[in-house]
């Protein structure tokens, strides 16, 4: 039996008509980047978030550079981060010529721990970005008072967390709408996924949204009148169409990841094989669903061979990368990161997988961890 990954297809056959619809509508218009479905998107995204004010931009990676572009960062900050993460939390930093500087995570739920951040904050540390990673929120109580008791930004990466809520001052907080600005990524396979790249930056701060919205149009406004250095980072009309019609669904598709969730859990409960482990306070939307057992390797040998997707996320954690070699980290720096690395996998888990190819899973990682 093949177990994929990722299978997008039946997610598409379910909204067929609907998708072609919304791009029929756009090429009516012959609106093609920004516009009133970007704006109307915009709207709603905010308001799905709990945040005030939604900028659509060309990716993920595109609205942490926004992001951290309209605080201000430039050459020599310090941006505090997770070094298990995907590249671009940190890549984006370094292209403005700002140091990302690592912290170790927690390695229950693969999030910052927030008690080794104020350790590494120095007078040059202008932002954290904490990562709310595969889909359960970092520990943000502690992380925005240590912000705001040294005058710090916090730009949310919540890449694959749209919808993940976390209990924040004793209410259900969402992704993004807890930092300065919070970045959203439409990658297709994302919890939210467009038909190709598109991201979105969320904010409570009308000042800071307004910043990445000149930002994003080469820091023109009004047109031709540049008052900042910005970029060319729109987000095309079409993914705006097309997000719209996925956003109605994506609460029962995340809905239905967390039932694979369950499901899996209760296979895997009794084994060696260490499941996702959710924080009381937090609610998930699994973009992954990531196991832990030191036989990795071999797991993941045998899943192969049975035609069971998995993927390593991440394998290399940041500070070992041989980009950031200058930054002068060493194997050990971060231990949680790097165990994490070494013993962690994510099986499939997106919505339509049936219970047939779940069971089949779960035999395979078992008999392949023996
Ligand atoms: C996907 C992702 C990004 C980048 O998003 P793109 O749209 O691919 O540029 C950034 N951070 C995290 C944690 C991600 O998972």
Redesign the pocket.
């Known amino acids: 039996m093949r177990v994929p990954l990722l299978d997008l297809r039946p997610q598409y056959a379910s909204i067929k008509e609907e998708i072609k619809q919304a791009i029929d509508r756009v090429l009516e218009t012959q609106v093609f980047v920004l516009g009133p479905e970007v704006a109307e998107l915009e709207k709603e995204i905010a308001e799905y978030c709990g945040a005030r004010f939604g900028v659509g931009c060309a ?4 609205s ?1 550079l926004l992001s951290l572009m309209a605080v201000g960062v430039s050459t020599g900050d310090e941006i505090i981060t997770t070094p298990y ?2 590249f ?2 940190a890549g984006s930093a370094s292209r403005l010529g700002a140091i990302p500087v690592f912290a170790d995570i927690d390695p229950v739920t693969y999030n910052i721990d927030p008690s080794l951040i104020e350790a590494r904050i120095t007078p040059r540390t202008k932002a954290i970005i904490p ?1 709310h ?1 595969y889909g359960q929120c970092a520990d943000m109580g502690p992380i925005l008072k240590i912000a705001e008791k040294h005058g710090l930004y916090v730009i949310e ?1 919540a ?2 967390s749209i919808g993940a809520k976390t209990m924040l001052n004793g209410e259900w907080t969402k992704a993004g709408a807890m930092g300065h600005l919070g ?1 959203f ?3 297709p396979s ?1 919890n939210l996924g467009a038909y190709g ?3 979105m930056v969320t904010s409570n701060d009308e000042s800071l949204a307004d910043k990445v919205r000149t930002l994003r149009v080469h820091g023109s406004k009004p047109k031709y009148h540049h008052s900042l250095i910005g970029a060319n980072s729109r987000l095309d009309a079409i993914q705006a169409a097309i997000l719209r019609v996925k956003l109605n669904y994506l609460d029962k598709w995340s809905e239905a990841r967390r039932e694979n969730a369950k499901f899996y859990d209760d296979a895997f409960a009794g084994t060696d094989i260490v499941t996702p482990r959710i924080k009381d306070s937090n609610f998930p939307i699994y973009n992954q669903y990531v196991i832990r057992t030191r036989n990795r390797d071999n797991v993941i040998e045998y899943l192969k061979k049975h035609e069971v997707g998995c993927e390593i996320y991440y394998p290399v954690p940041l500070h070992l990368q041989r980009c950031y070699e200058f930054l002068g980290y060493r194997m050990g720096d971060f231990p949680e990161s790097e165990a994490a690395s070494r013993e962690t996998l994510a099986l499939p888990i997106y919505p339509e997988l049936s219970d047939d190819q779940k069971n089949f899973a779960v035999k395979c990682v078992l008999e392949g961890s023996k």
């Open positions: 990716s993920g990676t595109d942490i993460t995907f671009s939390t990562v990673l990466d890449a694959q970045c990524s439409f990658f994302k790249d598109g991201g």
